[in-house]
């Protein structure tokens, strides 16, 4: 089970988000992807293995951790970074598991 | 570039099968080396792998829902199936698929269909 926090993150353009996901057991091998969803669109991925960025994914973007807590940075906001955001882990599949979501507003 | 479209019925009646494609466009579903999935997200909820199956045509599909899902691929029409039998309403969702699976990351996404389960 991945438990992301917090629910709902309130911030700034400019300001630095941080964001959270908790597993409830260790990672295999760090296979810990992240997403963003804005809305009525499909998802995106930003972030896997942790901490590689995705083909044509700002450097704003960043991922953290191991074993059981990530964490995806967002160094500086900018004004279509506004949406939500999860986190899933490919390693221990099947089944492979999603977080509950973020969601990040101004 | 590859892409993927979802279509099929946006609505079905409880205790019918849920039949839906997924055409892939801009490389062949039976690349070696890739997984594609079918995954599914309740509106304003979160998200529910389905399951995925490799190009070598193994399949694996989420305990949860294995008794009732099948995943197949059509290597001619280039497109991935999904069948979910005796549906309910709470298989009410958009259903995505992706490439992805295994040990990979989900990083191409369909847009999406919609399908309620209603009578």
């Known amino acids: 089970v991945l438990t992301q926090s917090p629910g709902t993150l309130s911030l700034s353009p400019g300001e630095r988000a941080t964001l959270s996901c908790r597993a409830s057991q260790s990672v295999a091998s760090a296979y810990l992807a992240w997403y963003q969803q804005k809305p009525g669109q499909s998802l995106r991925l930003l972030i896997h293995s942790t901490s590689t960025r995705a083909t044509g994914v700002p450097d704003r973007f960043s991922g953290s951790g191991s074993g059981t807590d990530f964490t995806l940075t967002i160094s500086r906001l900018e004004p279509e970074d506004f949406a939500v955001y999860y986190c899933q882990q490919y390693g221990n599949s099947p089944p492979i598991t999603f977080g509950q979501g973020t969601r990040l507003e101004i | ?119």
């Open chain 2, 1 to 119: 570039q590859v892409q993927l479209q979802e279509s099929g019925p946006g609505l079905v009646k409880p205790s019918e099968t849920l039949s839906l494609n997924c055409s892939v466009s801009g490389r062949s579903i039976s690349s070696s080396g890739y997984y594609w999935s079918w995954i599914r997200q309740v509106p304003g909820k979160g998200l529910e792998w389905i399951g995925y199956m490799y190009y070598t045509g193994s399949s694996y599909y989420n305990p949860s829902l294995k008794s009732r899902v099948a995943i197949s691929v059509d290597t001619s029409q280039n497109h991935l199936s999904l069948t979910l039998n005796s549906v309910t309403a709470s298989d009410t969702a958009v259903y995505y698929c992706a490439r992805g699976g295994g040990l990979n990351p989900f990083d191409i996404w369909g847009q999406g269909t919609m399908v309620t389960v209603s009578s």
